[in-house]
């Protein structure tokens, strides 16, 4: 029991905390923006990459270094916007997924280029996990992981329901055209929806970094997962995007349990588990758990 | 460089160009005809690649098969089983919005590369299905067989274009292009929107197949590495749109203009010092994410805008 704890739901809750921060940002493009952001995977490596450099050139640990990721992070996706989505608003939101998709190529290619393809960690060295009532064993990293995500989650809440520009943005997200004859400026909750989804990315990157290593390939390769918890929390909604993430991270890991010795489906398998639970959400709830939107 | 080098250089060339433009006219059946999203060419093409593979090479130890029958019925038989990936996934995603297939799509594209890595029994792994045959390999060997396999290839091209020159001007073309542009009004004169858009994603699909296994012969050895979604998914997307979608000459345009800058770039690239060669990969891939944006924005219509075929109305009085 204590090594299912120890070695499958507590990763299980780590993986499920990162889906979460990247499917937040996934959502909230797809409910403000109305098109599903394929760069947002490499919109995580640029914020772990940033962190990477301000851990090399300023010596502080990975986590001080997360709020310079953010920023920066946030002035790409902004120029990106700018830059790359903007001049297709106009035209059917396809277009703008496809350019999302030359995007994460952009991204990833500059990032190629600046930093080299080899793995890096943000630092060396093994940390002892902490042992609580005897048996729970809980690495150090995991814990910073998954409290962080619990305050995020927490704030998040609080700016959605209880400041102008939140709900604002669930005004845009419910309903784009009664938002826009109401007043409200969609130019501006395009912008705070870019520095949330980016800010929230970068976390996630730099959290993925801390608990494996930073690659090129990182972001990308945590798309569909993220893609499929934007789906199960229900399109359009935050809350519902962080709910999700967790599912499918807890999933992923609790499969490869063996229960009578033999594992769910094989771990080389793991990321099958969100694509399987992406196709039963479209086939019997495409609005997802959360009643969110079907565009 | 030779004479009769260049003209091998242009025959290697014009057999990736070709297979490329397979690849091109599928995704225009897709996307061109049907606005049909899919980010997860490279999915169907290695499921092509890999039944082509395990049905024509000869008995091997290392995976499934090969049973070491006709490559014809390899190309059929991979046209069938991409098809019906195709089928399962559109099946699901055409009702909902182009973002969801793409989301499905690539889902579907990532999930085949892993079972083609983790698989072994079926295709040895990511050491890949080797000794795959040529056509007529009995009778030319070395040079000519590079030239006997421009012709097979060219021939498939032909056959793919006639299909989709066909499918463009019939009138179930006409119901694609009435569902692409306004669906609501295509559904009111009674067209059952769904199945339109599953039979254009399923015949797309099974071209992407036969791309895959013309590949597969191509290179005589096939490997998960051949898959990379960036070689194959991306850069059919921006020959695609660059051609002009819509447009099936644009499609085979598409694919030989931006398959002779990529191979251009290629040779550039080998001229520059080994510390920088390595880099050029990357700059390359950059300057074509660009060059996607440069297209969407600015030249949206590609090189050879789509041209409706005209309608044969009679006047009534």
Known sequence: MMDFINFYLIPGITLGSIYALGAVGVSMIFGILRFAHFAHGDLMTVGAYFALSAVWLLGIPALAAIPIAMALTCLVALFADRAFYKPLRQLPTIYTVIASFGVALIFRSVIQLLWGTESQVYSVGFQKPIVLFDSLRIATRHIQIIAATAVITVALNWFLHHTQMGKTMRAVSDDPALASVAGLDPEKTIRWTWIIGAGLAAIAGVFVGLDTDVHTMMGWNLLLPMFAAALLGGIGKPLGAIAGGLIIGIAEEICTYPILGESLISPSYKSAVAFVIMLLILIFRPRGLFKGRLL | ?317
């Open chain 2, 1 to 317: 460089m030779e004479l009769s080098g260049m003209l091998f250089y242009l025959v290697s060339f014009l057999i990736m160009g070709g297979i490329y433009s397979v690849i091109c006219l599928a995704l225009n059946m897709q996307w061109g005809f049907g606005g049909l999203f899919n980010a997860g060419i490279a999915g169907f093409y290695a499921v092509g690649a890999y039944s082509a593979a395990i049905i024509t090479s000869a008995n091997s130890a290392n995976h499934v098969g090969g049973f070491d029958l006709p490559i014809v019925v390899g190309l059929i038989v991979a046209g069938i089983l991409s098809g019906i990936v195709g089928w399962a996934i559109a099946r699901i995603c055409v009702r909902l919005k182009a973002d969801y297939l793409a989301m499905a799509s690539i889902g579907i594209a990532e999930i085949i590369r892993l079972a083609v890595i983790n698989e072994e029994w079926l295709t040895n792994g990511s050491l890949g299905v080797s000794r795959i045959p040529r056509p007529l390999e009995d009778f030319f060997t070395g040079r000519e067989s590079e030239l006997v396999f421009f012709i097979f290839v060219w021939i498939i091209v032909a056959i793919t274009f006639w299909v989709a020159h066909r499918l463009y001007k019939s009138p179930w073309g006409r119901v694609m292009r009435a569902i692409r542009d306004n669906e609501a009004a295509a559904e009111s004169v009674g067209k059952d929107v769904q199945s339109f858009r599953i039979q254009s994603f399923v015949i797309g699909a099974i071209f992407m197949g036969v791309a895959g296994a013309l590949s597969a012969h191509y290179f005589k050895f096939f490997s998960p590495d051949a898959t990379e979604p960036l070689l194959i998914t991306f850069l059919a997307w921006v020959m695609l749109i660059a051609g002009g979608s819509g447009n099936n000459k644009g499609a085979v345009a598409g694919a030989l203009i931006i398959w002779a800058i990529w191979s251009m770039t290629e040779i550039i690239t080998q001229q520059l010092p080994p510390d920088w060669a390595t880099r050029s990969s990357y700059i390359r891939m950059l300057l074509i994410g660009l060059f996607l944006q440069f297209v969407l924005q600015r030249f949206r219509a590609g090189l050879f805008p789509e041209k409706a075929p005209k309608l044969n109305v009679k006047s009534h009085g």
